[in-house]
């Protein structure tokens, strides 16, 4: 049997159109079949290799800390030196009420814990969550999950939960002195990457101080520089009382983590104790290659050049197949008049060895969300690919 045909009958499957590829080695930003076919990597294992594959920093922080120890004992009983220097790194680049990380082994988990987190410390029990916004796949996080398509199946879900409109000012009155927490991604990203207005952020952040309601970022997707700057909540001048990190923050290794101040953080520690545990969470190799990944983020400079990127990504980006390019640093859109046009566009791609997808709530539209490595001449050379794609979808 074929590694495929072995994958088809012994790895479960999550649709019946996987995409399929096998991939022997990745290398900066490309991605290698067994036939040495190179994909230019347009999604970057869905916004989580930000410095590229094989980035030597990484690696070579896993084989040190691999040399060193693995898995000692459950979280946060141990001083383990891997994870107390990321904390650290971490901290000193948030504002100084984010001084307490909790980790976590994936986002949705990091979900499920600020979702506890709230609870316990507002002794609260309602939660407001946003239409179209994605939070993970376990039942709490698909239970504030803003689409009744992908949730329905799996009900019952968890209650008191209410869905509002994303930019809503409406979306506000339904905060009370009741809601324990309010969830929503700094960038919507499933949506088809929908940015907040500004005033409504800020109205957001308001209403929640003044019922006392805990503000929940979800920057699972869009931090770690992806939108230009470190956090995406730092271009809006507001800071959320939980943030919410995983993909990039491990530097292609399995990581998680909600953040929050001290004080906040201390109520998952009493009545009961040990009130969120977990065996794996903030695994040291995870955290030695996370750490490893934001020391490069930052001393490499990546982030400075992401907005020329993205304009340039804008500039390339015209045909009149596209209908809209909605964009925040290297997270774009691509929306096509239908989901079966974005289809055929995508498979196009992928034959011509550019690798990307679609967004969950917006079939119609082409992910770009490339490592932040990726480099002026393989924009245009990606960019030609989507056009010619384009094109053929065009001629039907
Ligand atoms: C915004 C957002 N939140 C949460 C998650 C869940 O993360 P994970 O798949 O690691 O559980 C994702 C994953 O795509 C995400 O995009």
């Not at 946003?130 to 504030?144: C, E, K, N, P, V």
């Not at 949730?151 to 809601?179: C, F, M, V």
């Not at 995508?346 to 917006?362: E, K, N, P, R």
Request: glycine fraction near 10%; aromatic fraction near 8%; charged fraction near 20%.
């Amino acid at each position: 049997m074929t590694n495929r045909q072995l994958f088809m009958q012994h790895v479960a499957q999550t649709s019946d159109a996987p995409m399929g590829l096998e991939i022997v080695r990745a290398e900066g930003m490309y991605l290698y079949d067994a036939e040495d076919k190179q994909y230019l990597d347009l999604i970057g294992g869905i916004s989580v290799c930000n410095l590229g594959h094989g980035h030597p920093g990484i690696t070579e922080a896993i084989r040190d800390q691999a040399g060193r120890y693995l898995h000692l004992m459950v979280y946060g009983e141990f001083v383990q030196s891997p994870q107390v220097k990321y904390a650290r790194l971490l901290t000193e680049q948030l504002p100084a009420s984010l001084n307490c990380m909790y980790f976590t082994n994936s986002g949705a988990e990091a979900v499920e814990g600020a979702m506890k987190l709230a609870k316990r410390y507002t002794g609260r029990r309602e939660i407001v969550a946003f239409r179209d916004s994605y939070h993970g796949s376990t039942q709490g996080a698909l239970s504030i999950l803003g689409d009744e398509y992908w949730r329905n199946a799996y009900r019952p879900l968890l209650p008191g939960i209410s869905h509002e409109r994303y930019n809503d000012p409406a979306a506000l009155e339904r905060i009370t002195g009741q809601t324990a927490c309010v969830f929503a991604e700094t960038i919507q990203a499933e949506a088809g990457v929908i940015a907040p207005q500004r005033e409504w952020l800020h109205a957001l952040r308001r209403r929640c101080s003044e019922t006392g309601t805990l503000l929940i970022l979800d920057e699972i997707q869009c931090g770690f520089g992806r939108n230009g700057t470190l956090w995406a909540f730092e271009q809006y001048g507001i800071v959320p009382d939980v943030l919410l990190l995983g993909k990039a923050l491990g530097g292609g290794m399995p990581l998680g983590a909600f953040i929050a101040g001290r004080e906040i953080m201390q109520s998952l520690s009493a009545q009961p104790v040990l009130g969120h545990i977990t065996t794996f969470g903030g695994h040291p190799v995870c955290c030695a290659a996370g750490a490893a990944a934001l020391e490069a983020l930052l001393r490499e400079g990546w982030i400075a050049q992401i907005a020329g990127k993205e304009q340039l990504f804008r500039s390339l980006l015209a045909h009149p197949a596209i209908k809209a390019v909605r964009s925040r640093g290297l997270m774009l859109a691509v929306e096509f008049d239908s989901a079966e046009i974005n289809r055929q566009v995508i498979g196009s791609c992928i034959a011509q060895g550019v690798l990307t997808d679609w967004f969950l709530f917006a079939p119609q539209c082409l992910r770009i969300v490339p490592p932040l490595i990726i480099t002026e001449q393989q924009i245009r050379e990606a960019c030609a690919v989507i056009l010619r794609a384009a094109d053929e979808a065009a001629q039907g």
